[in-house]
């Protein structure tokens, strides 16, 4: 009995100091921001602040962080990313096509004025960073960090040290055709960064806009990378949004997307995940009107000892809401990738259509994949269906490729490709597109 | 078309096999050559599908002895795409449906894989599409077929033309269609017949495995063998089929046991 209670505070003294360990890194983070110039945005900084101070870095033993192991991030001490120039020439295997002069580039989280471009956009959209623009978004404060989940840490701790952001504004019923892209480019090197972009985007009542939000990097060496993606979907308003994690293999990816949609608007995210060392997006979508509708394409192709985690959010609240969620994970080597797909029906929320399902290939005997609905309902007349699948290649497929001339590992890359390539096809910008469907079809094995 | 001299495509010697342990030939022997048709007919469990997937070198089968000489190589030497760029091909009894990937780009990857095999130039789309529209009309076969996922949606007839179209493409020295004909209605196995027919020549081969004498009144073949407990029990020509669809295969059994 006594060897039991002091086992238990040994373990309770580890948990503390643990504890302790992690709120000193986080506050390590935090004191990497620089000063704002906009003296509004103290007061949303102050906000956020509190609440990380208040935090720590998560454990395995948060629910939340069940499966992803931040141990590695707490053994690198990060600085605070720098300023730094590009030449157009390099980025230039980035830009797509459809985005010429449609395009805003940001460089360890720096707008790049003489590398963006936005002469394609309709009058009356505004696309630019907050310090350039901020004055001219009405009501601002009202959507600037106040997207619900604000106090998750890494958020926080994102809105803690802003300084600067990507914004779009769509004025109401403005179709805008030219897709809009934003390049986050990290550029890497021997000393750690730490770098926190930022994107607002805000689509007025029966607007219509494309967004393609790439992360990826110049450089080799370790970085943390914490984005925050704000979007406002306002009533009758839909959003297409393709977001691409491209980051290098060196990286730490910790990203939030937190989508609100009034009534009757549409909102559509594709989400492909390839690069960083260890990698999370917390994918948050709020309907907070009737008749809704979400549609959330999600790949994640992992291999080395990459880690991937996806932790999705579709939180119902009015009748009629409508989602479509289709998760694709391919994991060969030691990778290890996680879904984890929320879905909230409240008692109001009645006649939600919600489906769900995550598709996952295992192409290594020592990849590992953790997959977990999580359908919380209590509205009583639903329709909710949700399935997940583990899977590897089949070998009577392997073979019938290697039958007519493919060599097995041909076989093999050609049947992950063709595992991956629906979800790729989603993406509505046909340029990026061919540019993932190559690199999965070199990268995937 | 049997020729004395012809070139030797085939020789099984002595063939044994086992699938998870379990002796599936039992001394298999086959000679083909050239120009010539053969048919093995057996019973459902003969080892026919069996044989057929170990010349292709499909990998749950265990060959235990003997040997496969194609056109002078040891055949179960190489690998399954070594085989095929060398000119084997199976049309496979149930062809394998790939979602994801055009039938245009799949027949493409095959036929670029085999000419650069043979050191000639990959063609390019553009040129690879002319030539596959030829083969096309060969086997009836509507465009819209090449833009549709590899098999996926497809009719049991329109899976096994697709199978002939790649034999088309592929030129193969050596056929084997396994129970190419089984499901088809009487007109998807005309056209599946013509296409084989018309691929058909002097320095090429083709080995059909059946359980119908139909097929052999639309492929008309020069040997017929009948298979049974993983052996070829007998020969003939292709009056043996007839004698096979009116009498069964008891006779040849017990014909067997009286030879022993």
Not at chain 1, 85 to 104: C, V
Not at chain 1, 144 to 171: K, R, Y
Not at chain 2, 1 to 30: C, F, Q, Y
Not at chain 2, 57 to 78: C, D, K, S, W
Request: proline letters at 4%.
């Amino acid at each position: 009995m006594t060897i039991e209670v002091s086992t238990l505070s040994d373990t309770a003294d580890l948990n503390l100091k643990a504890r302790v360990d992690r709120s000193i890194y986080l506050s390590e983070l935090l004191n990497l921001r620089s000063p704002t110039p906009l003296e509004w945005l103290n007061a949303v900084r102050d906000r956020a602040t509190a609440i990380v101070q208040e935090q720590a870095i998560p454990t395995t033993r948060d629910e939340e962080w069940r499966f992803t192991n931040l141990s590695s991030l707490l053994q690198v001490s990060f600085q605070r990313a720098e300023a730094a120039t590009i030449g157009y020439a390099e980025i230039q295997p980035f830009l797509l096509p459809e985005t010429t002069n449609s395009r805003l580039v940001f460089v360890n989280g720096f707008y790049a004025a003489d590398l963006s471009a936005v002469d394609d956009l309709p009058e009356g959209v505004l696309a630019g960073n907050l310090i350039g623009i901020a004055e001219f978004i009405p009501a601002l404060a009202d959507y600037l960090a106040m997207q619900p989940g604000a106090e998750e840490v890494f958020t926080a701790l994102n809105t803690a040290s802003l300084t600067d952001a990507a914004i779009v504004h769509i004025p109401k019923n403005q179709i805008v055709e030219a897709p809009i892209q934003i390049l986050y480019v990290t550029i890497a090197s021997e000393t750690p960064k730490l770098n926190q972009p930022r994107c607002l985007t805000i689509s007025e009542v029966g607007s219509q806009v494309t967004l393609i939000e790439d992360h990826v990097t110049f450089g080799e060496g370790v970085y943390f990378t914490n984005p925050v993606t704000e979007i406002w979907v306002a009533e009758n308003a839909g959003v297409r949004h393709t977001r691409v994690q491209r980051d290098s293999e060196m990286a730490f990816h910790i990203g939030k997307t937190a989508v609100s949609q009034a009534r009757n608007s549409r909102y559509t995210c594709t989400a492909v995940s390839l690069g960083a060392e260890m990698s999370r997006h917390n994918l948050e979508i709020y309907q907070t009107g009737e008749q809704t509708e979400t549609t959330l394409n999600g790949l994640t192709v992992l291999n080395h000892q990459q880690i991937g985690d996806t932790h999705s959010k579709i939180a119902f609240s009015k009748p009629h809401g409508k989602s479509n969620q289709v998760n694709k994970c391919i994991v060969s080597d030691r990778a290890h990738a996680i879904f984890n797909g929320k879905i909230l029906v409240p008692k109001p929320a009645q006649l939600t259509d919600a489906a769900q399902l995550s598709r996952n290939l295992l192409l290594s005997a020592k990849a590992r994949i953790d997959t977990k609905p999580q359908l919380e309902i209590t509205a009583d007349n639903v329709k909710c269906a949700h399935g997940a699948t583990v899977s590897q290649l089949e070998d009577d497929e392997v073979f019938y490729l290697q039958s007519r001339g493919l060599k097995q590992s041909e076989a093999q890359k050609l049947l992950t490709y063709a595992f991956a390539i629906d979800i790729i096809n989603q993406i509505p910008i046909s340029s990026l597109c061919t540019i993932l469907a190559n690199l999965i079809r070199t990268q995937s094995l | 078309m049997i020729s004395e001299n012809s070139e030797v495509i085939l020789s099984v010697r002595n063939l044994t096999a086992n699938v998870e342990d379990t002796p599936i030939l039992k001394g298999l022997n086959l000679e083909i050559k050239a120009g010539e048709i053969h048919a093995i007919m057996g019973p459902n469990g003969s080892g026919k599908s069996t044989f057929s997937k170990i010349l292709a070198g499909h990998p749950a089968y265990e060959v235990t002895g003997g040997e496969v000489i194609f056109r002078g190589q040891n055949l179960l030497e190489m690998e399954p795409d070594d085989r095929a760029k060398s000119g084997v091909f199976l049309a496979f009894q149930y062809p394998l449906e790939i979602p994801g990937v055009s039938n245009v780009d799949f027949l493409r990857v095959s036929y670029n894989a085999k000419r650069k095999h043979n050191g000639l130039e990959e063609l390019d789309a553009f040129d690879f599409d002319d030539l596959v529209q030829s083969k096309l009309e060969l086997l009836k076969m509507d465009a819209a077929f090449l833009s549709r996922s590899v098999n996926e949606g497809f009719s049991g007839g329109e899976k096994k033309r697709n199978e002939i179209l790649q034999m088309a493409l592929l030129e193969p020295k050596l056929g084997i269609l396994d129970e190419i004909d089984s499901g088809l209605d009487i007109d998807a196995l005309k056209i599946v017949a013509n296409g084989v027919n018309a691929l058909k020549s002097s320095d090429n081969a083709t080995l059909m495995i059946t359980h119908y004498q139909r097929l052999l009144d639309y492929i008309i073949p020069d040997f017929v063998h009948v298979m049974e407990g993983g052996r070829i029990l007998t020969t003939g020509g292709k009056e043996l089929a007839l004698e096979l669809e009116a009498r069964g295969y008891d006779w040849v059994r017990e014909e067997e046991v009286a030879a022993r």
